[in-house]
T-cell receptor, first 112, second 113 residues
């Protein structure tokens, strides 16, 4: 079974802090994604990566950056956390074929 | 820009009923369509994936159909159980390079014992 893990289930940070969310997949997938999920807005794509060191902006990249130094790991970075970044963050991975995306358990981030 | 709509937004049924969840999308140029289940506060669990060339997929009590030309998919749940209570999300992947999914807002299902 594909396994996608995220470093934390719950995280509380203060405004202005630099925040790292880590995601690891064990299926040698080329593609990795970061989404955020908010009530009434659904899931929205922040960034995705289709290869090591390659990244593309999604629909809402402002205030975020990403890093992919190894194929299995994709990090989401909040350079200076703000309260409007309080959300559920979901990581996903997929192969370059058509076998669908697999999601991690999510990180509930609260910025106070 | 692809838009995905799910109807109804919420559904409450007694245990044992068969039910249908609907998903529609505006751009028929899709690579595949995926149905997910999400329990409160948790991540997404993939239920079924339908390739653009397929008409339906089945897994246990679940059956998903796809009519690409009309931009519609349905998820059929047979003999519903209280354990089926969750939010069901439909998502499509476009076939023009972007690998990410576009999601509907979900149908929240409550199955009453």
């Amino acid at each position: 079974d594909v396994k996608v893990t995220q470093s934390s289930r719950y995280l509380v940070k203060r405004t202005g802090e630099k925040v790292f969310l880590e995601c690891v997949q064990d299926m040698d997938h080329e593609n990795m994604f970061w989404y955020r999920q908010d009530p009434g807005l659904g899931l929205r794509l922040i960034y995705f990566s289709y290869d090591v060191k390659m990244k593309e902006k999604g629909d809402i990249p402002e205030g975020y950056s990403v890093s992919r130094e190894k194929k299995e790991r994709f990090s989401l970075i909040l350079e200076s956390a703000s309260t409007n970044q309080t959300s559920m963050y979901l990581c996903a991975s997929s192969s370059s074929g058509t076998l669908g995306q697999y999601f991690g358990p999510g990180t509930r981030l609260t910025v106070t | 820009k692809q838009e995905v709509t799910q109807i109804p937004a919420a559904l409450s049924v007694p245990e044992g009923e068969n039910l249908v969840l609907n998903c529609s999308f505006t751009d028929s140029a899709i690579y595949n369509l995926q149905w997910f289940r999400q329990d409160p506060g948790k991540g997404l669990t993939s239920l079924l994936l339908i390739q653009s060339s397929q008409r339906e997929q089945t897994s246990g009590r679940l059956n998903a159909s796809l009519d690409k030309s009309s931009g519609r998919s349905t998820l059929y749940i047979a003999a519903s159980q209280p354990g089926d209570s969750a939010t069901y999300l439909c998502a499509v992947q476009g076939d023009t390079g972007r690998r990410a999914l576009t999601f509907g807002s979900g149908t929240r299902l409550q199955v009453q014992p």
